[in-house]
């Protein structure tokens, strides 16, 4: 299954770049990155065996175990893609969070943009290690 990350804005050459490079290159499964403008631009069209996960402050607060379960799940019934949507500053209306699978929440704090993306690659790894039972997630 495809782990494709489409975020508004640009990422750069930053710190932030070098961790979501870092946990992405990491992964066994297939991963794309795409940065659209931080307004304006479509999202790349959705096709029937794709889930989409927006990040929103709304969304639910998943442990990574329940994570992996999900993306275990999408990938055993032979999703193509789960496509994680990471919105511009002022996040996703309702009509968008309507057509979400999945409403992610990284916690109540609010998070730039960048910090999301390198936490997303890492939640990412961190649930493609819990599927392949690597010994990388402890849970105290």
């Known amino acids: 299954m495809l782990l494709h990350i489409v975020a508004r804005g640009r990422i750069g050459r930053s710190p932030e770049a070098e961790l979501v490079d870092r946990y992405l290159k990491r992964l066994s499964w297939p ?3 795409t940065e659209l403008p931080d307004t304006g631009g479509k999202m ?4 029937g065996a794709t889930r989409i996960v927006m990040l929103d402050e709304t969304g639910e ?3 990574s175990r329940v994570l992996a379960e999900r ?3 999408w990938r ?3 999703i193509r893609e789960a496509r994680f949507l990471i919105g511009a500053a002022d996040g996703f209306g ?4 309507a057509q979400a699978h999945l409403l992610l929440s990284f916690g109540r704090a609010t998070w730039p943009h960048m910090m999301a993306r ?3 690659a890492e939640q990412l790894w961190r649930a493609a290690s819990i599927l392949a039972n690597h010994p990388y997630h402890r849970e105290g």
Do not use: H, I, K, T
């Open 71 to 73: 993306l275990g799940v």
């Open 118 to 120: 390198a936490m997303l």
């Open 44 to 47: 790349p069209a959705v096709e």
């Open 61 to 63: 607060n998943l442990p």
């Open 31 to 33: 991963v794309r990155m």
């Open 94 to 97: 309702d009509a968008e969070r």
């Open 76 to 78: 055993d019934d032979g």
